[in-house]
């Protein structure tokens, strides 16, 4: 017999939220049900409807609030399209980070048991809006024009939005012009159910310090119908534009890029800077979205490495070499590792590009790789790591806390897997010493830390 459950399917029942799940959602409690509702916040009281129940948790709908957070902000229906892919829109910004910042404090406690680790308050943003230097823009049709925009939340209608208020400007307005121009010159939109049709995705990136811009059209056929207008066009209305670049992805799938790119005029990449390190950055290189924040986490992880120009250090994941060069500018010795071989490449482009001739970088997986150096012998003083969402592999923890480097700078973009991890190299002898929350992704549900661990005394 299962237990009954104290709400029902379609119950229209009053709740008050209690906390936020990870991707944004108010926690309610019915006699200790937990109850999940999309633009619930924190002490709000409301009516929900329950629209589905599972053994261990239900979701429902808002209905009304009865009584609203003061941390809640009202869009106006007509802003909507600005928001786009924002999922804590109907939050103040002091509320986001004050939500993120208890989301750090409550994982490290209940999921890593660290109980005296320091962790600072959030570093937000002065301007939180305008911060992303990259779109990918899904393309599609209404009414017979080509539209460009976000995909609604849950499903593949596109929405048509001309200006993102978490995107820089000039990216904006490179969506807006390019889709101008695929419209006077009528490129068949792709077309996601028929499979047919050409122009799937529309990308732009800048350097913000360098004021260059990129310019990506993806398309289903290797043909691009009117690229030479096409290229003229852009050039004659984007005057920052440095590369336009041609992208093939001729699959059925939801990823963006293909594997086929051709430079249509310019360069194959644009540079920018993150401190006083240059980048080079092509159609599929991956870059950090924001650069302004980019710049304060790297910057306190190599506060945190805390290096004196003896050390050599491992940057485990190192995707471009982003960390590695900061971090070379004040090591001895740098050793990248990174599983993807164009990311490599691109590390390697980007060491010479900076004159950094201390920086060695290795293609292959974090817990393969290091645990190999180190059965040669070749330990580090310290570790960064900056794994990906699932966190470090069991296989690479063991090897540090084998490996004993007197340091560790945890880089993390998911602080359950963060916690997870400290508390296996707490276990292994290290000390979690301070964590810093960063908010690199204002309005969406990221948070960004990095930890500073040290070696205990035996
Ligand atoms: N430190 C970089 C990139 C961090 S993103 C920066 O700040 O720009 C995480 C990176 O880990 C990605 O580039 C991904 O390709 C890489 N990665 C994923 N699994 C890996 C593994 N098992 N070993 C090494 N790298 C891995």
Same mark, same amino acid.
């Not at 939180?128 to 925009?149: E, F, H, M, T």
């Not at 290189?285 to 805390?306: G, H, I």
């Given at each position: 017999?299962?237990?009954?459950?104290?709400?029902?399917? %379609?119950?229209?029942?009053?709740?008050?939220?209690?906390?936020? $799940?990870?991707?944004?959602?108010?926690?309610?409690?019915?006699?200790?049900?937990?109850?999940?509702?999309?633009?619930?916040?924190?002490?709000?009281? !409301?009516?929900?409807?329950?629209?589905?129940?599972?053994?261990?948790?239900?979701?429902?709908?808002?209905?009304?609030?009865?009584?609203?957070?003061?941390? /809640?902000?009202?869009?106006? *229906?007509?802003?909507?399209?600005?928001?786009?892919?924002?999922?804590?829109?109907?939050?103040?910004?002091?509320?986001?980070?004050?939500?993120?910042?208890?989301?750090?404090?409550?994982?490290?406690?209940?999921?890593?048991?660290?109980?005296?680790?320091?962790?600072?308050?959030?570093?937000?943003?002065?301007? @939180?809006?305008?911060?992303?230097?990259?779109?990918?823009?899904?393309?599609?049709?209404?009414?017979?024009?080509?539209?460009?925009?976000?995909?609604?939340?849950?499903?593949?209608?596109?929405?048509?939005?001309?200006? *993102?208020?978490?995107?820089?400007?000039?990216?904006?307005?490179?969506?807006?012009?390019?889709?101008?121009?695929?419209?006077?010159?009528?490129?068949?939109?792709? =077309?996601?159910?028929?499979?047919?049709?050409?122009?799937?995705?529309?990308?732009?990136?800048?350097?913000?310090?360098?004021?260059?811009?990129?310019?990506?059209?993806?398309?289903?056929?290797?043909?691009? #119908?009117?690229?030479?207008?096409?290229?003229?066009?852009?050039?004659?209305?984007?005057?920052?534009?440095?590369?336009?670049?041609?992208?093939?992805?001729?699959? /059925? $799938? =939801?990823?963006?890029?293909?594997?086929?790119?051709?430079?249509?005029?310019?360069?194959?990449?644009?540079?920018?800077?993150?401190?006083?390190? +240059?980048?080079?950055?092509?159609?599929?290189?991956?870059?950090?979205?924001?650069?302004?924040?980019?710049?304060?986490?790297?910057?306190?992880?190599?506060?945190?490495?805390?290096? $004196?120009?003896?050390?050599?250090?491992?940057?485990?994941?190192?995707?471009?070499?982003?960390?590695?060069?900061?971090?070379?500018?004040?090591? +001895?010795?740098?050793?990248?590792?990174?599983?993807?071989?164009?990311?490599?490449?691109?590390?390697? /482009? %980007?060491?010479?590009?900076?004159?950094?001739?201390?920086?060695?970088? !290795?293609?292959?997986?974090?817990?393969?790789?290091? @645990?190999?150096?180190?059965?040669?012998? %070749?330990? !580090?003083?310290?570790?960064?790591?900056?794994?990906? /969402?699932?966190?470090?592999?069991?296989?690479?923890?063991?090897?540090?806390?084998?490996?004993?480097?007197?340091?560790?700078?945890?880089?993390?973009?998911?602080?359950?897997?963060?916690?997870?991890?400290?508390?296996?190299?707490?276990?292994?002898?290290?000390?979690?010493?301070?964590?810093? #929350?960063?908010?690199?992704?204002?309005?969406? $549900?990221?948070?960004?830390?990095?930890?500073?661990?040290?070696? +205990?005394?035996?």
């Amino acid at each position: 017999m299962s237990r009954t459950l104290p709400v029902n399917k %379609n119950d229209y029942i009053d709740v008050v939220f209690k906390d936020l $799940t990870h991707d944004g959602a108010g926690v309610a409690k019915v006699d200790g049900y937990p109850l999940f509702v999309a633009g619930g916040l924190p002490g709000e009281q !409301a009516k929900v409807k329950v629209i589905k129940v599972n053994k261990s948790y239900g979701i429902g709908r808002l209905i009304e609030i009865q009584e609203k957070s003061p941390y /809640r902000v009202d869009i106006p *229906s007509n802003e909507r399209t600005k928001y786009g892919g924002c999922q804590l829109e109907h939050i103040s910004y002091e509320g986001q980070l004050k939500y993120k910042e208890n989301q750090v404090r409550q994982v490290l406690t209940r999921i890593g048991k660290l109980e005296d680790v320091i962790v600072h308050p959030i570093i937000g943003m002065d301007n @939180p809006w305008n911060y992303r230097n990259k779109a990918q823009v899904p393309v599609g049709v209404k009414d017979g024009r080509l539209i460009a925009g976000f995909f609604k939340p849950r499903s593949h209608e596109i929405v048509d939005t001309d200006e *993102s208020l978490i995107q820089l400007p000039e990216v904006n307005q490179a969506v807006q012009v390019v889709k101008e121009i695929c419209n006077e010159l009528e490129i068949p939109a792709y =077309n996601e159910e028929s499979h047919k049709g050409i122009l799937r995705h529309i990308m732009a990136r800048y350097g913000k310090q360098t004021g260059e811009l990129m310019v990506v059209l993806i398309t289903r056929t290797t043909d691009l #119908p009117h690229r030479k207008e096409l290229v003229d066009k852009v050039i004659e209305r984007l005057p920052k534009v440095k590369s336009i670049v041609h992208n093939v992805n001729s699959k /059925r $799938t =939801n990823v963006i890029l293909g594997e086929k790119t051709t430079v249509l005029w310019g360069n194959e990449v644009i540079y920018d800077f993150i401190g006083d390190v +240059k980048f080079a950055i092509s159609a599929l290189s991956f870059y950090q979205v924001n650069p302004v924040q980019t710049k304060v986490l790297y910057e306190k992880a190599l506060e945190y490495a805390n290096l $004196t120009g003896d050390e050599s250090v491992i940057d485990a994941y190192c995707g471009i070499g982003t960390i590695s060069l900061f971090l070379a500018q004040k090591a +001895k010795k740098v050793f990248g590792v990174e599983v993807v071989p164009e990311a490599i490449e691109d590390a390697r /482009r %980007n060491a010479e590009l900076n004159g950094m001739t201390n920086v060695e970088f !290795a293609v292959g997986e974090a817990e393969v790789v290091i @645990p190999r150096w180190y059965k040669e012998g %070749n330990a !580090a003083d310290v570790l960064v790591v900056d794994p990906p /969402r699932k966190g470090c592999d069991e296989t690479l923890l063991k090897t540090i806390t084998d490996m004993k480097p007197k340091k560790v700078v945890y880089v993390s973009c998911n602080p359950a897997t963060l916690a997870r991890d400290l508390r296996i190299l707490e276990d292994g002898g290290y000390k979690t010493l301070e964590v810093q #929350p960063v908010d690199m992704f204002p309005h969406t $549900t990221h948070v960004e830390c990095v930890a500073q661990l040290i070696l +205990k005394p035996d």
